[in-house]
Nanobody, 122 residues
Framework: VQLQASGGGLVQAGGFLRLSCAAS????????MGWYRQAPGKERELVAT???????KYAEFVQGRFIISRDNALNTVTLQMNSLKPEDTAVYYC?????????????????WGQGTQVTVSS
């Protein structure tokens, strides 16, 4: 299973970015997909997740600025980030909680994407 993230970049404060992530490989089904981030010198933290049945969870710092969406048919997750702040600067990681078939058995596994840099200038 591979997660391919894209959409990071440099933006001024108040601007917006859209992150996308696609999961591919021996996927039987996906339970949830989402985004974490890690700023320099800080621990990785949850940004937002969305389950296949539509339940969403956002970190408090999102404060209504970000929207997570999924296309279940395409195994993708998107994070629309608006009103970006310099403190949103971090590497953003896509995550997928999914079920896959390995050596004839079904396993629930967690996979991470490679990370995409988001830099917000003041």
């Amino acid at each position: 299973v591979q997660l391919q993230a894209s959409g990071g970049g440099l933006v001024q404060a108040g601007g917006f970015l859209r992150l996308s992530c696609a999961a591919s490989g021996s996927i039987v089904s996906i339970n949830a997909m989402g985004w974490y981030r890690q700023a320099p010198g800080k621990e990785r933290e949850l940004v937002a997740t969305k389950t296949t049945d539509g339940s969403t969870k956002y970190a408090e710092f999102v404060q209504g600025r970000f929207i997570i969406s999924r296309d279940n048919a395409l195994n993708t997750v998107t994070l629309q980030m608006n009103s970006l702040k310099p403190e949103d600067t971090a590497v953003y990681y896509c995550i997928a909680d999914l079920n896959e078939k390995i050596n004839g058995r079904y396993w629930q596994t967690e996979h991470w994407g490679q990370g995409t840099q988001v830099t917000v200038s003041s």
